[in-house]
Every structure is written in structure tokens, then in C-alpha cells.
């Protein structure tokens, strides 16, 4: 699997799902340069990596800079030729981008738009992009299929929607691009070793960030948004998938760029089962042996009742399936939550909270 001489490019290397990609690209025996600006990430989070990799460390390093930030993106790409780049760097709270969504469009889509020009200019032209379920909206029918309609919820799913579009025309206008779209469900989890994990800055949006900072005693309760859903429980179901399963997912796709004219395609990251809150706060309490209190609320604006992938294409055609259920998914979640209470930040000195 070693692929000693490959060098990619990795944006947003420092963020949850960035880092656990980055570690198995080290491990594939890929040398890998991250460029993050930390804007809801920390640098501790690499120097974990680092430490998990071993050996290998000496084969990542780590520029702080924005993607808008031309000039010194075009320095990276005249000091280093990249095979490939996985672009995860985008803002991704769907709160947030309500409130500013030009926040969102510059960010997510002028950072896009710069690091395929840069690309372009210097001849990369393989791309694996971070896209998400959130395309999908509140679908008719379940298992997504990547040929259902698309749809934008909110600003920051639009900005998703752009890119793959923008990601479509660029092939459609030079057929030496080679991209993958991958649409993510719902990544929860960490690394085995609790050494990585996810460290969102400020209150939680996402579920299992939310029940974890619970199960430290960071926060009270858990609210519920929604138990009127027609599901089993009432409560909202999603397609959950490990964090070390969607980093493989990557590693795949990079594979899958190694083949002739693949052109510009899509595929689900899922495990293609629906788990509901209630369950999966259920799983939470068995792995880490603690109660959470439950405050029930109304629906949550622009959520969906029930969304999970088929994995059939992704299965078929990038030769990549997900390994870990929910049991694996709360422990890990557990085992890095317990071992770092306050994420990369301390108690006496948060980095973010
Ligand atoms: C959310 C975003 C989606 C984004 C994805 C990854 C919304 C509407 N959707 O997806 O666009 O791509 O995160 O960042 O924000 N829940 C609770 N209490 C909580 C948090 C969540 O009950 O405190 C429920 C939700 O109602 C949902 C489930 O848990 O049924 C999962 O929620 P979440 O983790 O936020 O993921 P999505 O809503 O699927």
C-alpha cells in the first residue's frame, strides 16, 4: 500500500475529519503537506498526528494560511509538485451561515475558487472534495442514491451545491481534471488511540459532540430536537459513519483518481444504516457508562426525518466500505472524550469554549 512517492495537498489537514485523513495518508506511506489557518482548528491537533505516525512524522508539514490568500498558496505550489489535493477547508456551521452568508460564500467558494486556479496554473488537476449528505435535503425516499435531486437548506449547503457544480463545468471545460465529490453523512467517533478527535469551537451543533461535552459535564443535558418524526422512537435517524472509516473513504478516492478518464464523479460516505437520537444516545450511555439528561424540544428548523446513504456505488466503484458500527463509533467517541475533556484546550486555558 506504501506509496512513498506521492505528495498531496491537504486543506483543512487540521480539522476532525482532516487529521484522521492525514494520519492514514502517513500511514499509506504518502508524504503530506496540510495548509489550514486554524480558524476552527487547533495546531495541537497535528502535533498529535505527528506523534501517532511515528516514523512517518517527517513526512507531513504544516503551512498557516488561508486559501484566499494567493500569493503564499501559489508559494506552496512552486516550492512542492502535489499528485493530488483533498480539499476539506470550509466553514460548516449551518446556524452560522444563515446569519452570514457572505461569510460562507467567501469563504467556502472564494477559497474553492483560488485553490483551483492555483491548481490549474501548476498542473494539478486530481481533486477529492469534502462534500456532504446535506445536498440531499429532506429526500422522498431513502437510501440517497448519488442521482437524486439536489437541493440547498441553507447557505452553507449552497456553498457545497456551488462547489460540486463548479467542480462539474471545470471538468466539462478540460478533460484532463480528474475529481471526486464525496458526500459525507454523518461522521462521529475518533481515532482509537483518543489522541485525535473532534473539538468543535463554542457550543456543539452536531449531535455527538453535544452528548459528549454532556458525558464530561461541560453541559447539562442534551436537547432533543424533534420526537414527532415517523421513525421508531419518534426521534430524527441518520446515517452515522466512524471517522476512521470516512478517512479511508479518501485513501480510496485518491485510488480511484489513479485510474484513466475516471472525469468528475460522486459518491456517498455512508455505512447505509439509519440510527435514530434516541439510539445513539442509548449506545452512548452503554460505551461510556454515564446518563444523559434529556431536555425534549420541538423540531430543529431545516432538518430532515430520516437520511441514509446506499453505499452501493461507493462499493462498486471505489472498492470502499465502512468496517465500524455504532458500539465502535460511541466507544472511540467515549475514549478520546474522557481522555481530553476539554478537547486540545485545557480547563485553566481552553483553546476554544
Ligand atoms: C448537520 C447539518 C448538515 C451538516 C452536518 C455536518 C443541520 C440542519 N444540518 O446535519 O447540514 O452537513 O450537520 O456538519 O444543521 N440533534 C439533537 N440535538 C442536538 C443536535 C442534533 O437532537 O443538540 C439531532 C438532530 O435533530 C438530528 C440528529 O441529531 O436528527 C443529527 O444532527 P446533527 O449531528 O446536527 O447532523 P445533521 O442534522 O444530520
Known amino acids: 500500500m506504501a506509496d512513498y512517492n506521492k505528495t498531496i495537498l491537504v486543506t483543512g489537514g487540521a480539522g476532525y475529519i482532516g487529521t484522521h485523513t492525514v494520519l492514514q495518508l502517513l500511514e499509506c506511506g504518502y ?38 490568500d494567493k500569493p503564499a498558496l501559489e508559494n506552496i505550489f512552486s516550492s512542492t509538485s502535489f499528485d493530488a489535493v483533498i480539499h476539506f477547508a470550509g466553514l460548516k456551521a449551518v446556524g452560522e451561515s444563515v446569519e452570514k452568508p457572505l ?52 447557505p452553507y449547503g449552497r456553498t ?45 451543533n452536531n449531535l455527538m459532540p453535544f452528548v459528549q461535552q454532556v458525558a464530561v459535564g461541560r453541559r447539562p443535558a442534551l436537547t432533543v430536537f424533534g420526537t414527532d418524526y415517523s421513525t421508531n422512537d419518534g426521534t ?6 466512524h471517522v476512521v472509516d470516512l478517512a ?6 485518491l485510488n480511484k483518481l489513479g485510474e484513466p478518464s475516471i472525469g468528475c464523479e460522486v459518491y456517498n460516505l455512508g455505512t447505509g444504516k439509519g440510527t435514530s437520537v434516541l439510539e445513539m444516545v442509548t449506545a452512548f450511555e452503554k460505551s461510556s457508562g454515564k446518563k444523559i439528561p434529556l431536555n425534549i424540544a420541538g ?26 458500527g455504532i ?20 480547563p485553566d486555558k481552553p483553546l476554544k469554549d
Open 160 to 204: 457545497k451545491l456551488f462547489i460540486e457544480e463548479i467542480c462539474r463545468d471545470i471538468y466539462r471545460a478540460d478533460s484532463e481534471w480528474k475529481i471526486i465529490l464525496l458526500r459525507y453523512f454523518n461522521p462521529v467517533g475518533a481515532h482509537p488511540s483518543g489522541q485525535i478527535g473532534e473539538d468543535p469551537r463554542g457550543i456543539p
Open 103 to 154: 461569510l460562507y460564500f467567501d469563504n467556502n467558494l472564494v477559497g474553492t475558487i483560488i485553490l483551483l486556479e492555483v491548481m490549474a496554473a501548476h498542473g494539478c488537476k486530481k481533486l477529492v472534495f469534502s462534500s456532504s449528505a446535506t445536498v440531499y435535503g429532506w429526500p422522498k425516499e431513502v437510501p440517497c442514491t448519488e442521482e437524486f435531486p439536489t437541493c440547498a437548506m441553507n
Open 31 to 68: 508524504r503530506v503537506v496540510v495548509v489550514d489557518n486554524l480558524d476552527n482548528s487547533s495546531p495541537v491537533a497535528l502535533d498529535r498526528v505527528k506523534s501517532l505516525a511515528g516514523k512517518r512524522a517527517h513526512n507531513l508539514s504544516f503551512h498557516e494560511i488561508d486559501l484566499r
Open 327 to 346: 458500539e465502535e463509533m460511541c466507544r472511540d467517541q467515549w475514549n478520546w472524550a474522557s481522555q481530553n475533556p476539554h478537547g486540545y484546550g485545557s
Open 248 to 253: 479511508d473513504g479518501h485513501i480510496a478516492a
Open 299 to 324: 423540531r430543529r428548523p431545516g432538518d430532515a426525518e430520516i437520511v441514509y446513504a446506499s453505499t452501493e456505488k461507493a462499493e462498486r466503484e471505489l472498492n470502499w466500505k465502512a468496517k465500524y
Open 236 to 241: 430524527g435517524v441518520r446515517d452515522y459513519i
